[in-house]
């Protein structure tokens, strides 16, 4: 691939080039940039329209590997196309555009899974997914890859969705399932739980949850969502983020627990944190729990790793560069106009 090329990497590449456990590693390797001051997130922004409609943004640089990068995407009733695009951090080269909705499942799960590595107990056999949308498979795949998961309760509002899961579940991952009549239902005794919906209140309360489990919580990554109640928070002897600023900005859960209390605020921690520090979860803790929010950080760990093996495995589409020097604007009218 010359100078002048950049790669277009189809989401067929994307899947075929990395799978869970390979992403997990992948993140976990960028968080370790991050812990070290090696890579640096932009927190991440949104706009919201219509009936529910968002536009999202968020980006990173990695310094030491050289790469900077913003994935965007608007979240529509009709769908969504997110495109990673990546450069080069020292010449703002163009150095690939990433079709990446399958990368975005990747590094949400990703982030749950390395999350779960370090404070689910390690003997947890057995995990509640709570929605059953695009998300969720991943969201099964990443805990499995981590801890020895056996069964898999499910439960979602929609039981053509929740029972289209449920098989995947058992086909793709080989796993135990069971259709949950409830949340309450799904979460009782389960060591591992996560929560993947699009809630606008809290639907996870304290009680529903058993004494030494874990929580992930995914799904609530703009303001007006929230899935975890503060009877839940209360229990936590430790609360992680993939990002703390973006937390303060974006997740209306521990807004609403915390306030503006900077001191309390201090309770969280960062996924990087975690990583870096490799200590399992806390001896005798109640629950712990990682809220997710989606990072540009996490998303770059995958999509430069993916970029390299494209490069030395041959895939993806050469595309030349749109612009190779500013253009010339065209004199504006004389009179004003």
């Known amino acids: 691939m010359s100078a ?13 080039l990395m799978d869970m456990g390979e992403a ?16 640096g997130n932009m927190v991440k922004t949104h706009a919201g329209w219509g009936q529910g409609s968002t536009l999202h943004a968020i980006g990173a640089v990695f310094s030491e590997a050289g790469f900077a990068g913003t994935k965007t995407w608007a ?21 690939a555009v990433i079709e990446a909705f399958a990368l975005g ?23 509640a997914i709570i929605g059953a949308g695009k998300q969720a498979l991943a969201q099964v795949a990443a805990v499995a890859a981590v801890r020895p998961i056996r069964r898999v309760r499910v439960f979602g509002r929609n039981a053509q969705r929740r029972g289209q899961l449920a098989e995947r579940v058992r ?22 739980v996560t929560v993947v919906t699009r809630a606008t209140e809290p639907i996870l309360a304290g009680e529903m949850v058993s004494r030494g489990a874990h929580v992930n ?19 936590c002897a430790s609360i992680v983020a993939d990002s703390v600023p973006q937390a303060q900005k974006l997740s209306r859960e521990l807004r609403d627990y ?3 209390d900077t001191g309390k605020w201090s309770r969280v921690r960062s996924l990087a944190d975690l990583a870096a520090a490799r200590v399992p979860r806390p001896g005798g803790a109640d629950l712990t729990l990682f809220k997710s929010l ?18 030395q495995r041959g895939a993806g589409t050469e595309r030349p560069q749109p612009v190779k020097a500013a253009p010339r604007l065209r004199a504006l009218n004389a009179q004003g106009g």
Do not use: C, N
């Open 75 to 95: 979240h529509t009733a009709g769908g969504a196309t997110p495109l990673l695009i990546l450069f080069d951090a020292a010449s703002g080269a163009l150095k």
């Open 105 to 127: 499942q990747m590094r949400t799960g990703a982030a749950s899974g390395v999350a779960t590595r370090w404070l689910a107990r390690e003997e947890a056999s057995e995990l």
């Open 294 to 311: 989606g990072t540009g950080i996490s998303d770059l760990s995958l999509g430069i790793e993916i970029y390299r093996r494209a490069v």
């Open 171 to 192: 086909r793709e991952l080989e796993l135990e399932v069971v259709e949950a009549a409830s949340i309450a239902d799904a979460a009782r005794e389960a060591p591992i």
């Open 4 to 16: 002048q090329d950049f790669l277009w990497i189809p989401e067929s590449d994307v899947v075929s």
């Open 217 to 235: 919580a995914v799904g609530a990554i703009v303001p007006e969502r929230a899935e975890i109640a503060a009877s839940v928070l209360e229990r």
């Open 258 to 260: 915390f306030g503006a």
């Open 24 to 39: 997990i590693e992948a993140l976990e390797m960028g968080l370790l940039a991050e812990a070290r001051g090696a890579a």
